[in-house]
């Protein structure tokens, strides 16, 4: 790649200021010209480096704060999961904590659930607490303040819950919530009265039993949505369980995870 042709995934997302979280235009530049040895290097270390595609940004980003990962490893989304960045200390070594965001992650009467992913931290702006990915997963004190007529429960799903876990607003389809868990806690997130809670992270069969009996007994029921919680940081095995128990469901004609359709099922 000639030196004054650089990606221009190597520069999103923008930030507002100098250090790790910013890579100018001379930066890549000048990283470019050792670019294609250090792939050739990783593809001699790695075999399917070949396949994943990384910016600049994050080579660097791997290369200074997990030095032991392999692009196998940072690419595979259960290393990622097993690294989160949950505590104040890994993550004031990335970035460059504001007193405010400092005090709502030591909160000690109540610490706020905090989730980081190492990707996803590699593209927070180290200096910019203003940042809008870094205000999405770092906490800050005025969550814990609330508004008259501010509720915990926005969406006013609890309302319309016949069962734990299962959401019944609308004749024909329901939200059943399958896990807690997400990779990364967003601080907008609409259900954090529940996601993060490490008491509740994970339902049982017996309860996803229960959900199941409910869109059994319901034939208006013909649409199920997955959410939670992320659907898909369960084990495989437990998924597809609880997948074929809703397809031997008779009138249930579709089956969806929060972002697209997983199965359209074709009765008769």
């Known amino acids: ?29 000048d990283s470019s ?22 910016s600049s940004r994050t080579l660097l980003f791997c ?43 030591e909160h000690l009467a109540k610490p706020l659930p905090m989730a980081i992913t190492p990707y996803y931290a590699s593209l927070l702006d180290r200096e910019n607490p ?9 906490p800050v004190t005025a969550e814990y303040f609330h508004s008259p007529g501010e509720a915990g429960d926005p969406l006013g799903e609890e309302h319309d819950s016949p069962v734990p876990g299962l ?19 967003c601080r907008y997130c609409t259900r954090s009265r529940l996601v993060g809670d490490g008491s509740k992270s994970a339902f049982t069969v017996a309860q996803w039993e229960r959900a199941i009996a409910y869109i059994e007994a319901s034939p208006s029921v013909r649409d199920v949505l997955l959410s939670g919680g992320d659907p898909l940081t369960l084990l495989d095995e437990k998924l597809q369980w609880l997948l074929s128990r809703l397809r031997r469901i008779g009138h249930v004609e579709l089956l969806r ?12």
């Open 167 to 185: 959401v019944h607003r609308y004749p024909d389809r329901v939200l059943f919530l399958v896990t807690h868990f997400c990779s990364t806690y």
């Open 130 to 138: 203003l940042q809008p990915l870094r205000r999405t997963v770092v």
């Open 33 to 54: 010209q050792q670019k294609r040895g250090s792939r050739e290097d990783l593809a001699r270390k790695c075999p399917d480096a070949s396949r994943f595609r990384s």
């Open 257 to 268: 995870e929060d972002e697209y359709l997983i199965e359209r099922i074709y009765k008769g």
């Open 1 to 29: 790649m000639p030196a004054d042709i650089f990606n221009a995934e190597d520069l999103e997302p923008p930030g507002t200021s100098k250090g790790l979280g910013v890579l100018n235009v001379r930066t890549i530049i």
């Open 63 to 105: 290369r200074q704060f997990f030095p032991e990962a392999s692009v196998t490893d940072w690419n595979d989304w259960r290393w990622q999961l097993h690294h989160r960045i949950t505590d104040i200390n890994t993550l004031s070594r990335i970035i460059r904590l504001s007193e405010d965001e400092s005090a709502a992650v």
